[in-house]
């Protein structure tokens, strides 16, 4: 199984700042990696697939860089509804795997 | 506009079998390329996924724990449907059906979730 291993587990912003989540998986994955936001009692939300490419109706302050085995999500301007779960996922091959999540949360 | 629904029993006792069904919209379960998986949240934790299964019939499980995981799909219905056996009180979790983006083995479209307490 490919592991994905995410950092950090929590981060603390402002609405403004700019934010940096780090993913990286166990073996090279090319650019199979998808980044969702998740709420409490809510489905997740796909943002970034492909590891860059931005979901229709995404803002475009969030965006999604690298490849083979580390990858970031940057959101920039963070705005009050960003503040959430975000998790990333490797889509190369199954079993699909998840890293653990890091929370957004308000400074 | 794609759509899916999550529909089953809320509360099992441990060692009974669960029966999730994800009712789809908005495409065909046999149209090709098309697939959908089935994921779990137990609370305070991460997501998790459990099963797959493509327009073709095949079918992919987690390793851990497929031998208590069936997926099926029933075209003419517009569902698919995740039994899981020998439940257990950590199996507690909300279940999702989502569909697969394009040919991307990553997930657009998802159901609202079931929320599956196992409990005596």
């Known amino acids: 199984d490919i592991r994905v291993t995410q950092s950090p587990s929590s981060v603390s912003a402002s609405v403004g700042d700019s934010v940096t989540i780090a993913c990286r998986a166990s073996?090279?994955?090319?650019?199979?990696l998808a980044w969702y936001q998740k709420k409490p009692g809510k489905a997740p939300n796909l943002l970034i697939y492909?590891?860059?490419t931005l979901q229709s109706g995404v803002p475009v302050r969030f965006s999604g860089s690298g490849s083979g085995t580390d990858f970031t999500l940057t959101i920039n301007n963070v705005q009050p509804e960003d503040f959430a779960t975000y998790y990333c996922q490797q889509a190369h091959s199954f079993p699909v795997t998840f890293g653990q999540g890091t929370r957004l949360e308000i400074k | 506009q794609i759509t899916l629904k999550e529909s089953g029993l809320t509360v099992v006792k441990p060692t009974q079998t669960l029966t999730l069904t994800c009712t789809v919209s908005?495409?065909?379960?046999?149209?090709?390329?098309?697939?959908v998986g089935w994921f779990r949240q137990p609370p305070g934790k991460a997501l998790e996924w459990l099963a797959f299964i493509y327009w073709d019939d095949d079918k992919q499980y987690s390793p851990s724990l497929q031998n208590r995981l069936t997926i099926t799909k029933d075209t003419s219905k517009n569902q698919v449907v995740l039994t899981m056996a020998s439940m257990d009180p950590a199996d507690t979790a909300t279940y999702f059906c989502?569909?697969?983006?394009?040919?991307?083995?990553?997930?657009?479209?998802w159901g609202q979730g079931a929320l599956v307490t196992v409990s005596s």
């Open positions: 073996r090279e994955i090319g650019q199979w």
């Open positions: 908005g495409f065909s379960l046999s149209a090709s390329g098309e697939g």
């Open positions: 989502a569909h697969r983006r394009g040919v991307h083995l990553c997930f657009d479209y």
């Open positions: 492909a590891a860059s």
